[in-house]
């Protein structure tokens, strides 16, 4: 059996989703968007899984997410419905019960933090709310993993029995009631036909959606009639259509709610957080507090853990391909073939390989973060900054990841709550300058502006953003044309973050990467070891002079004439700057015939100060790396537009090193 | 007055929610629905977006959003709110 698992942010449905599951789990995408869907089987019932879907608050059609849920419960028919209902705020958290309800599919609804209720001194009847709701109320505390087994329990026989809810009408008598009722009854046949409640549909037409419109396949007369059952009502009433019915699900909450629950005072919880709120989100301590929690966390994952471990692994991973590199000599295998084993299998997927622990790392933080509700407020804080290029104040931790790196940057953007705010966020993120690119800057500026190189050092980093910030607003004009989703967003209660969902979304952005890495990252290293290899009668060839990659980079140096850059060895840098961007830095050495740390000193002979600016630019400015661009694919979910990002970025890059070049010129 | 007007601290019921599509469905969703009682608890850093509490829980919204939602304030209220009956403040004992 499939069962959906259904309901609000913050109401800890990850958490019942990974106590059910364990971590058999599957993610994929929905067809079509950027939405995330999880499914797993249920832990010790081989045959039943479940599908996590993603937090709402009502089903309407306003924003993926929404329509995602709704599809999948018309479209898929699980065979019931486990709706997931945080007991500390049940009141907005019915609302969206009371529509899942009305679409009548079997359903049971979980009671979630039952433990903090009781903890303070409240209670919920749930056999009370039960026979209010017309259907199986099982109180748990996910996180404790408290009456989890009862509801699985539960929720199979209730799907095994197709036992419907009880309880059709959610209405008092009135104005709202009887139109609800004449519109259903006029619409039923459609509905039928539709395979979709008459209830369901009924709500949903007088709301004014126009997907169920469509998907009943109304005529003329019968829209007419039900406009008119509406206006009817609207006078009545003397509200609006929709604030008629909102209000009349919560009217019908209200009263369950007075006869079932008792609401403690202020909850512990919420004492405590408000306290802390007056500090991460007070006047003048909150920016500096922001600031320093994101210096922290890159400093960790850059700095010391994560450093530690890439370092560690870069030797490990030096110390196989030593072993290999020994043992294919030993047994004599062909050159070639040695060759592309060790310099670009190995090489390649190493190289990437290594960025491996500053992912874990990195998602180790943020999930701690997002999980203990610090990320709200983040959003909450620095929503002012954003609004000025098109996005919200939840897009700005993702962005602040891509001066680390762009890989976990892209992949954060999976928290955003809106399809257009995460491709939106996902352009930017290559213009914040990632630390891959940092070797190549300080190279060039010890070398043609040592007096300068904290200035010109931030100057890069600054017109990354403010290029960035360019076409965020222009795109955000044409491209992304969409509106924005409304910024009304929940400020949860502080809660300690539950270590079995760190881990597991530790483990989920770990796999995610590595399967990059021996997919798209394989095949690119591959594709650049063979140009570096052979020549164009692919004879093998020595040194890199006559390589087919030279030729290629011969055939490109006129695009690089403009930007002062005619020199094919540039060429040949940035060429190989594709696989990582401190790949730039090994390749300029090898082609002027010295080592790294000597490297500086001969530069002069390709670059002049003026035409060193204009390289620097580019390598700001111009295509990811190819791990991010495996990234960017993914959560487009298009090659198509992964490539039109790659082909943006480069022309972009282009023009704005043309544009320094030029008036760097000047002077 | 307008819910962006109301001080940090004072209490307000909703007399009408206006804005239109997706915001206006987000608000009424939310539980802003006109009767409401509802509590500014601050402003961000920046002076926007706006912390508020309604029907026991934490929400934000710009004040450009929230200028969309008619109030009138806990003191000239029809009938009054007392502490005890108002949901959205912390201190009440809300639902019972």
Known sequence: ?667 | MTLDQLESGKCAVISAVGGEGALRARLLDMGLIPRTVIRAVRRAPMGDPIELRVRGYELTLRAQDAAKIEIVPAEEAETPITCAQCKACARGRGGD
């Open chain 1, 1 to 667: 059996m499939v069962f959906a698992l259904v309901g609000n942010q913050n109401c800890g449905k990850t958490t019942l989703f990974n106590q059910l599951t364990g971590s058999n789990q599957h993610v994929g995408n929905f067809p079509g968007v950027t939405v995330e869907s999880k499914s797993g089987v249920i832990r010790g019932r081989k045959n039943d899984s479940v599908v996590d879907l993603p937090g709402i608050y009502s089903l309407r059609t306003y924003t993926q997410e929404e329509t995602v849920t709704r599809d999948f419960i018309l479209g898929e028919k699980p065979d019931a419905i486990l709706n997931i209902v945080d007991a500390t705020n049940i009141e907005r958290n019915l609302y969206l019960s009371l529509q899942i309800l009305s679409m009548r599919v079997p359903t049971v609804i979980a009671l979630n933090m039952m433990d903090e209720v009781r903890g303070n001194g409240g209670s919920i009847d749930a056999e009370g709310l039960s026979r209010e709701l017309g259907v199986p109320v099982v109180p748990i505390s996910a996180a404790k993993n408290e009456g989890v087994d009862d509801l699985i329990a539960v929720l199979i026989r209730t799907a095994e029995k197709r036992e419907l809810p009880k309880v059709e009408d959610f209405c008092r008598v009135g104005p709202v009631h009887r139109c609800i009722h004449s519109v259903s009854i006029l619409i039923e046949d459609h509905a039928e036909r539709a395979g979709v409640s008459s209830r369901f549909a009924a709500t949903k037409l007088i709301e004014g959606d126009e997907e169920i419109a469509a998907r009943l396949s109304l005529d003329q007369n019968e829209i007419e009639t039900v406009e008119h059952a509406v206006l009817e009502m609207e006078r009545e009433e003397g509200l609006d259509r929709m604030a008629a019915l909102a209000e009349m699900r919560y009217d019908f909450i209200e009263r369950a709610c007075a006869r079932t629950v008792k609401k403690p005072g202020e909850s512990r919880e919420h004492k405590i957080s408000a306290r802390i709120d007056r500090v991460l989100t007070g006047k003048y301590t909150a920016l500096p507090i922001f600031f320093s929690v994101m210096l922290l966390v890159f400093w960790l994952t850059f700095g010391v853990v994560g450093a530690f471990l890439s370092d560690l692994l870069t030797e490990g991973i030096e110390a196989l391909t030593d072993l290999c590199d020994n043992a294919l000599t030993a047994y004599g295998l062909n050159p070639v073939f040695h060759s592309l084993i060790i310099r670009g299998v190995f090489a390649g997927v190493g190289s990437v390989l290594s960025f491996l622990p500053l992912i874990v790392v990195l998602f180790f933080f943020l999930s701690v973060l997002e999980d203990t509700g610090y990320m709200a407020r983040v959003a909450f804080v620095t929503d002012r900054l954003l609004r000025k290029i098109g996005l919200s104040g939840r897009s700005i931790v993702p962005m602040l990841i891509g001066f680390g790196c762009s890989v976990p940057a892209v992949m954060a953007t999976r928290t955003l709550s809106s399809e257009r705010d995460r491709r939106l966020s996902v352009m930017l993120i290559p213009f914040m300058s990632c630390s891959a690119k940092l070797p190549i800057y300080s190279l060039f500026t010890m070398a043609f502006f040592p007096d300068y190189a904290p200035l010109v050092m931030l100057g890069l980093y600054l017109f990354g953003i403010l290029v960035g910030i360019l076409v965020a607003r222009i795109s955000g004009a044409f491209v992304f044309k969409g509106k924005p989703t409304p910024f009304v967003m929940e400020l949860p209660n502080y809660r300690l973050p539950s270590p079995k969902s760190v881990l597991l979304l530790m483990w989920e952005k770990a796999k995610d990467f590595l399967k990059k890495a021996f997919t798209v990252i394989l095949v690119a290293s591959v594709a650049i070891w063979f140009l570096q290899t052979f020549d164009a009668r692919l004879n093998v060839v020595e040194g890199g002079e006559g390589s087919l990659l030279a030729l290629v980079s011969r055939f490109l140096s006129p695009i690089f004439a403009p930007l002062g850059l005619p020199d094919w060895r540039i060429s040949t840098a940035l060429i190989t700057g594709f696989t990582a961007k401190e790949t730039v830095v090994s390749t300029l050495s090898v082609l002027l015939g010295t080592t790294a740390s000597e490297l500086s000193g001969v530069l002069g002979a390709l670059f002049t100060p003026v035409t060193a600016m204009s390289f620097l630019v580019f390598t700001l400015l111009y295509t990811p790396c190819v791990a991010a661009i495996a990234t960017l694919r993914r959560e487009f979910r298009s090659r198509f537009a992964a490539f039109g990002v790659v082909v943006f970025q480069c022309a972009i890059a282009w023009v704005c090193a043309f544009l320094v070049y030029r008036v760097a010129l000047l002077f």
